[in-house]
């Protein structure tokens, strides 16, 4: 059975990967992980929730994911027991050394070969397994066929795992220096600033000082920027492949891109039948850069491209989540700002979505009414609605 694996950059977003439908998490350390920014982990926090994915029936895997310098592996090494002793899932590694010295010091702990090892042939995943690993992250520049070859040869031996969705590097696995070169801040050391997104213009070398920009869209110019990865269409051919993890990218993301796309993802691996139109029109829920089937036809070829990029940033906003259930009704938090008659769409975990409209006034939990309330504070509804629900307001389109 292929499992659903979502990230998690701090204890709430992993909590709504589990409501939501993932069978597995991973999240980072406060050191040692390749998403520095992401809120991330101390040991008692891992601690805390390798306990409850393990009550849940679901499993842990922490990134120790960075390419460390001579004298950090002591120290990874010394985290790595810390890890073993919470009775973590899996280690997500990319470096060679670290690979050999986890074997070494008899960290019982399983192995998972990161995405940044760029591993792109079955005899490189076998050649992982001889050195201890467990399962292995498959390049995303693989084609559908080159990853069904990998699965023939592999016979079982080894598990895999396959990026199905979200943001891709312009460097495709992950080994990328722009951000090093531009800003000092290291992409292999958790550190990316992610200047593929920036705006750029061009300069002819003949026209010294004319800086000629490059158009794309009202939100800025992205020259490197490849578009999202949407792999569902892929999902239930994958699945017969042998491929043993779908993984999901995304530990910076909100908690309302966890929901929506792990549900999609979910409700397919489930045997649902949805459409591709369907599922594109899921996903432009969330902010996006316009979706790409990446290399999975084998290239990448313009029709691959056809999803433009979302821009219901201005038509729709997260706007609050479910907090409890009371005899007076339902609490919610608010994550931005809610107006009285504020008509919200509902997604709730099982992938259904509703709409519901709000009282006037509102009334916020210390029983106040106003018109208008704001990031941070709690109102009560008299819908009953179900835990772990999200809400957004949808404007109409002028």
Known sequence: ????????????????????????????????????????????????????????????????????????????????????????????????????????????????????????????????????????????????????????????????????????????????????????????????????????????????????????????????????LALFPFVKELMNSGVNSFKIEGRMKTIHYIASVVSLYRRIMDGENISVDEGFRLLSRVSNRGYSYGFIKGGVKPEDYSQEENNTHSTSTFVAIYSENTKEGTILKIRNRIFAGDKLEVLTPGGIIKEIQMPTPLTRKDGTRMDVVQNGDEIIIQEKIIPYSLFRRVKEEL
């Open 1 to 228: 059975m292929t499992e659903l694996l979502a990230p998690a950059g701090d204890m709430e977003k992993l909590e709504w990967a589990i409501a939501y439908g993932a069978d597995a998490v991973y999240f980072g350390m406060k050191d040692f992980s390749l998403r520095s920014f992401a809120g991330n982990f101390d040991i008692e926090e891992a601690d805390k929730a390798i306990k409850l994915l393990h009550q849940k029936g679901k499993k842990g895997y922490i990134t120790l994911n960075i390419y460390p310098y001579s004298n950090e592996y002591d120290e990874i090494i010394k985290t790595a027991r810390n890890l073993e002793d919470i009775e973590t899932d899996a280690l997500i590694v990319s470096d060679l050394g670290l690979l050999s010295l986890l074997k070494k010091n008899k960290i019982k702990t399983p192995i998972h070969i990161s995405t940044q090892a760029n591993t792109m042939s079955y005899q490189t995943v076998l050649a992982y397994k001889e050195l201890g690993a467990k399962r292995v992250n498959l390049a995303r520049e693989l084609s559908f066929e080159q990853i069904k070859e990998i699965q023939k040869n592999l016979k079982s031996e080894v598990e895999t795992e396959v990026f199905i969705h979200g943001a891709v590097c312009f460097s495709y696995s992950g080994r990328c220096a722009i951000s090093d070169y531009m800003t000092g801040r290291k992409a292999n050391r958790g550190e990316c600033t992610h200047p593929c997104r920036w705006k750029y213009a061009l300069v002819e070398e003949t026209r010294d000082g004319q800086y000629y920009p490059i158009f794309e869209d009202n939100r800025g110019s992205y020259f490197f920027n490849s578009k999202d």
